[in-house]
C-alpha cells in the first residue's frame, strides 16, 4: 500500500524499509504471494520517480531477485523490468545517479534470471554502449580525465564485467579481442576507482582468456605490466594517502594475476561454513552481491539456496554447537575441500554456458 502511495516521502521510506528487510532475511514466501504487486510498484517508481526514489526502487528490483533466485518468477520480474532499466541507463537526460543504480540492477537481474542469450547478449550490449564512452578516442592519449559520468561508466563497467563470466566461451573471446587493447587506458583515468574497476576487469578478463586458451599471448604485456607495476606502487603526492593505499594494494594483486597468473585467496567466514575466494571471477560475483546485500551477505550465503548454488555451497546447513564441535577439520583440510568444490566452478558455468549455447555456432 505505501509504494503506490501519493507521497513521494512515504514510497521512499517504503522502499528502503523494504531493502533492510529483504537484505537481512529471506522472506521466499512473503514475496512470492506479492510479486507481481511488488514489480509493478517497483516499475511505476523507475519510471515516474524522482532520482532518489528510482535509486532506491533499482535496490529494491536487486534484492527481489535475489529472493526469488533463478526461476519462472524471476524471469517474469525481468520481463517487465529489463525494457525500463535499460531504457534509463541508455537516456543521456536522466540523472547520472538514476543511470547508475539502473546498470547496477540490469547487471545483477540479468546474470541472476537470464537463460535466453540473447537477453543475455543485448544487455552486455546496453552496458558496453555507456561504458565505452569513458575509452579515450585516440589510444595513444597519455591520460583520461574523470567527468561526473565516470561513476555511470563504473558502474556499467562492473555490471558488464560479471555477465562477462556467465557467457558461452566464444563470445567470451569476442568479447576479450574487443577491450583487452583498450581497457588498459583506463588505468590512466585521474579517478581511483576507475583506476581500481579497470585493473580487477583486467585481471579477470586475463584469468578468463588463459581458460580458453593455455597459450593465450597478449603483445603488450610489457607496457601493461609497467603501467600495473607503476600503479602498484604509486608514490605520487597529489593522490590522497587512503586512495594510494587502496590502490597499491588491489594493484599488487592484479599485477601478479596478469603476470604470474596467481590469485592470492582470500577467506569469508558465515556462521560454522567459510568460503575461499580463489579466482577473480568469484570475487567480482561475490564482491556484487556484498554491495547489493551489505551486512546481511554472511545470512544470505547460509540461507539463500540461489547464492549458495552460485558459490556452490551446497543446501543450507543446519547443524547444532555439539555436532559443529566434533566436525571441526583442519584448515589446510578445509581450504582442499573448499577447492575441489569452487573447481566445480568451471562446470557449473559450463552448464550455464549449455544452457545458454548458441545453436549451430561452433569454435
Keep these: 500500500g505505501f509504494l503506490s502511495s501519493n507521497s513521494a516521502k512515504t514510497r521512499q521510506a517504503a522502499l528502503e524499509s523494504l531493502k533492510s528487510a529483504f537484505s537481512s532475511k529471506i522472506l521466499y514466501e512473503f514475496i512470492m504471494e506479492r510479486r507481481m504487486t511488488l514489480t509493478d510498484s517497483i516499475e511505476r517508481c523507475i519510471k515516474k520517480g524522482k532520482s532518489e526514489e528510482l535509486c532506491a526502487a533499482a535496490g529494491l528490483a536487486c534484492l527481489l531477485c535475489v529472493q526469488m533466485g533463478s526461476g519462472i518468477e524471476s524471469e517474469e520480474i525481468f520481463k517487465t523490468l529489463g525494457p525500463v532499466l535499460k531504457k534509463i541507463v541508455s537516456d543521456g537526460t536522466a540523472s547520472v545517479q538514476a543511470r547508475q ?80 587493447h583498450k581497457l588498459p587506458s583506463m588505468l590512466s583515468c585521474d579517478d ?29 604485456m610489457e607496457l601493461l605490466t609497467e603501467k600495473l607495476r607503476a600503479l602498484a606502487t604509486d608514490g605520487n603526492k597529489h593522490r590522497a594517502k587512503v586512495d594510494k593505499r587502496k590502490q597499491r594494494s588491489v594493484f599488487r594483486d592484479v599485477l601478479r594475476a596478469v603476470e604470474e597468473r596467481d590469485f592470492p585467496t582470500e577467506t569469508v567466514k558465515f556462521g560454522p561454513e567459510r568460503m575461499y575466494i580463489d579466482c577473480w571471477v568469484k570475487k ?46 583442519s584448515r589446510f583440510e578445509r581450504h582442499l575441500y573448499n577447492s575441489a568444490a569452487f573447481k566445480a566452478r568451471t562446470k557449473a558455468r559450463s552448464k550455464c554456458r549449455d544452457k545458454r549455447a548458441d545453436v549451430g555456432e561452433f569454435f
Excluded at 135 to 140: A, L, Q, S, W
Excluded at 199 to 220: I, P, V
Excluded at 310 to 317: A, N
Aim: proline letters at 3%.
Design 101 to 180: 543504480a539502473c546498470a547496477t540492477c540490469l547487471g545483477i537481474c540479468c546474470f541472476i534470471v537470464t537463460d535466453d542469450i540473447t537477453e543475455l547478449y543485448s544487455t552486455m550490449e546496453c552496458l558496453e554502449s555507456v561504458f565505452t564512452k569513458a575509452y579515450p578516442r585516440d589510444r595513444d592519449t597519455n591520460g583520461v580525465s574523470s567527468t561526473p559520468s565516470t561513476v555511470l561508466h563504473i558502474s556499467a563497467l562492473l555490471a558488464w564485467t560479471l555477465l562477462l563470466t556467465i557467457c558461452p566461451m566464444n563470445e567470451v573471446k569476442k568479447k576479450i579481442e574487443t577491450h583487452l
Design 192 to 220: 581511483v576507482n576507475m583506476r581500481i574497476a579497470a585493473g580487477e576487469t583486467l585481471a579477470l578478463l586475463f584469468e578468463l582468456a588463459r581458460e580458453t586458451d593455455a597459450d593465450f599471448f597478449y603483445e603488450d
Design 284 to 329: 567480482q560475483t561475490y564482491d556484487t552481491f556484498k554491495e547489493i546485500l551489505g551486512s546481511g551477505m554472511q545470512y544470505h550465503l547460509q540461507s539463500n539456496d540461489f547464492l549458495r548454488n552460485v558459490f556452490e555451497l551446497g543446501p543450507p546447513v543446519m547443524l547444532d554447537a555439539a555436532t559443529l564441535k566434533t566436525m571441526k577439520i
